[in-house]
Each structure stands twice: as structure tokens, then as C-alpha cells.
């Protein structure tokens, strides 16, 4: 009688083998599809979007950039104890022939004077330092007050020099900023467009259809519209 009962359900083993099956597939298919597409910013329609390169990306052909819907690019200008990176230049030179809109990401030591560090990158990178804001970030979303007092004078003397400039601090300390400074977000919610300039969305993203550029890439979203974009900064890409 049991063996009876047993024989009745002959067929589950195989369908749950086959439902297990299935679902890896799509499991499989969800990862291969999730790691094609380029990360954007949860929860926003916003599509003019760009990305941080720096010396661990020199293998990255910049058409495959434009081809694949990212619009500008944020260059490293410095790393470590304001140790000058050198890929900045190289990707300076091939920008020229592309149509990304790229800026110049800036590290800022807190414990050096503003104006050293001023003259350290003109030096360094010279005057063409792209159309987009000049980038001025003291490794953190949360800066100290060390960190804010020196943001706010180095801002100050490069829009002295007719450049616009970008800082990654929270607007609430706009204030203490010079008038035309614009502000970087780090938030996981989308920010308000009337207090930041760009969004950092993502270190960890990726664009779909590459080679060379190296996980996990930063991405920035432009917070204002695609007209506002081109007119300050030049064509999407897309």
C-alpha cells in the first residue's frame, strides 16, 4: 500500500529537478543581463551620465564610452601626497578627439595651504582643466572643518581665476562658500536639483559593452536637463 502511495508521485522528483533547473537559468540569465547594463541612478530618468577615470583605467578606448551612452568623464588629477597622476595627461590628449565633456577631479590635502595646492595643479595640469567644474574633493561626503575652510579657499581662487568649481560637501554648508561654488551629492537618493550640480550615484558601476575599464568604476549623473547639459557643456553622447 505504501509502495502504492509511492508510485502515485512518481513524477515530483523531476519536476522539482526541472523547476530547480529553471530558476538557476534565470538566475543565470538575471546576473549576465544585470552585469551588460550600465549602472544608472536608482529610481531617476536621468540619462546624461558620466564616469571617473583614473590610472587603473588607460586601457579604456574612449569611443566605446560614447557608444555606450556615457557622456563625460571626470579626470584624476592627484593621488597620495599630492603625487601628480600621470594618466591625466594621456587622457587629456585622446579626449581631444572625442565628443566627451570631461573636468578635473581634484584631491585636497587640508594639511597643505590652498594656495600651494593651487599653483601645484597649474603646474602640473596647466590651464586647460576641461569644461566641466573643477572638482574639489577632500575624500569624504562629510568633510572636517579643516577640510571645509580649505575647500572654501581654494575654491575661491579658481573662480578668482574664471573657472567654475564643484566641491563634494552637503549644501548646507553653502554658506560657507564663495557665491557660484556648485555642489557635488554623494546621497543613495536622488538630491535636489536646486542645491547640487552633479550626483556621484555609484563607486561601484559599470558600463555595459566595455573592455578595459576596470570595476568598480564612480559614476556621476548631470542633475540638471539635457538642454542644460549641452548648453553649458556640449552634446550628449547618446
Sequence with gaps: MDQNRHFKHRATLPAIISFLIAALALLAYGISNYWAQTTLPHG???STVGIGLDQRQTAVRLERLQQNGV???YLQATTGKWEFDRSYLTFRKKLKGSELAYGTRVKVDSRQSARSQVKY???KAGSQLGSLPVLLDAGSSDPSA???TCLAQMSRLLLKQHRTVMVR???KYAELFPKGCEFLSTDRKTPSQLKYCFWQYSTKGR???MTGLKWPVTM??????SQQYEQKYGRLTQ
Design 44 to 46: 531617476s530618468l536621468q
Design 71 to 73: 557622456s563625460f568623464v
Design 121 to 123: 595643479l597649474e603646474e
Design 146 to 148: 579643516a577640510d571645509l
Design 169 to 171: 560637501a552637503d549644501s
Design 207 to 209: 558600463v555595459s559593452g
Design 220 to 225: 556621476y549623473a548631470y542633475m540638471g536637463t
